[in-house]
């Protein structure tokens, strides 16, 4: 009986505590447009006393918007969900993010977490290899795309253009049996990086390309619908962004903020990101049909403060393999 008082008791404690959020909270946010609804339409219904007021663009343009406001000294939103933890370790050195280390992160790999709390990854969107089913070799490693069968018959994203491509350039370059010389390789087998994903997928969907680097949920939705493309794991692992979330330090709204945070990096928080068919960071969370568990997958080694410190120096680096 004093059991089951006490967890009567918390019980109401956390509904009081839900029900005492409130007030406006101000979202900005690089999910596509359905995705960002469907995330905030789920917070509200938890916490219907929130309204949320929400801005979704890429995550460059946004990030130009807030330096912006920054610049004019009025930062407009309380919590931001972007692309990738390199941006959040810029605003984290810069003194922007408010650390929450109250958040529950015990059941996630520590490596996907700010060890202060400034931000939290969400979910984990994948970069490895994408081939055409016509294709003769099926690659299992970066360095098969090295190999004769694969020459001039390479699509890739532009780390100038993509920030996942820019993250899977820093952990590739990174290792110690890849580095800037598997770079070198791909320029010399005609790889010419340009856009985003979205047109590497089709380049090797089509068969205008055989071979190329791509984020996973492109291929491995589009296989289901009977696209002719699959997607590798490479043995030597694969990079993520982790759409981490964060609060501002100048967040008008701390309460609401921290709710918010606290609903993504939930169990629900994280079923919600598999049902939008993405693989979630929480490794009680079943992944969409056509990823493998997330033990199954091996991450390429990533120091996002590193990434920053080196990520001019990096881009340079690759202009002057690719031409600018």
């Known amino acids: 009986m004093r059991f089951a008082l006490t967890a009567l008791a918390a019980a109401l404690l956390s509904t009081s505590a839900m029900a005492e959020v409130s007030g406006k909270l101000v979202l900005y946010t690089s999910q596509p447009n359905a ?3 469907q995330t905030v339409d789920a917070f509200q219904a938890k916490y219907p006393e929130v309204e949320v007021e929400w801005i979704r663009d890429g995550t460059t343009k946004v990030m130009a918007k807030l330096r912006a406001e920054f610049a004019a000294g009025a930062p407009q939103p309380d919590v931001l969900l972007i692309a990738d933890m390199v941006t959040m370790e810029g605003l984290e050195a810069e ?3 408010m650390a929450y280390p109250e958040a529950d992160t015990s059941a996630y790999d520590p490596a996907l977490m700010d060890a ?3 931000y939290f990854s969400t979910k984990l969107i994948t970069t490895g290899i994408v081939y055409n089913t016509g294709a003769e070799m099926v690659p299992t490693s970066y360095a098969d795309l090295l190999k004769e069968a694969a020459k001039d018959k390479l699509a890739m994203p532009s780390p100038l253009t993509s920030g996942a491509a820019t993250i899977h350039m820093a952990a590739i ?3 110690p049996d890849l580095g800037w010389d598997f770079y070198e390789g791909l320029a010399a087998q005609g790889a010419i990086p340009e856009g985003g994903n979205g047109g590497t997928y089709k380049a090797v969907a089509g068969g205008e390309k055989l071979y190329g680097f791509v984020v996973d949920f492109l291929p491995i939705r589009n296989k ?3 696209a002719p493309v699959e997607f590798v794991f490479p043995e030597e692992g694969v990079s993520a962004v982790t759409e981490p979330v964060a609060i501002l330090s ?3 709204n701390p309460d609401a903020a921290k709710a918010f945070v606290d609903f993504l990096i939930s169990e629900e928080g994280q079923q919600l990101a598999a049902d939008m068919g993405y693989l979630p960071a929480h490794p009680a969370i079943t992944p969409p ?4 568990a997330l033990n199954d997958i091996k991450l390429l080694d990533f120091d996002p ?3 920053l410190e080196n990520d001019q120096a990096n881009k340079m680096k690759f202009t002057e393999i690719f031409g600018g």
Do not use: I, M, S, V
């Not at 049909?289 to 493998?292: K, R, S």
């Open 35 to 37: 995705d960002a609804q």
């Open 95 to 97: 003194g922007r993010l």
């Open 116 to 118: 202060e709390g400034h």
């Open 173 to 175: 370059t990174a290792h």
């Open 224 to 226: 289901l619908d009977g």
């Open 250 to 252: 100048t967040a008008q």
């Open 289 to 292: 049909e056509g990823f493998p």
């Open 305 to 307: 403060a590193k990434a």
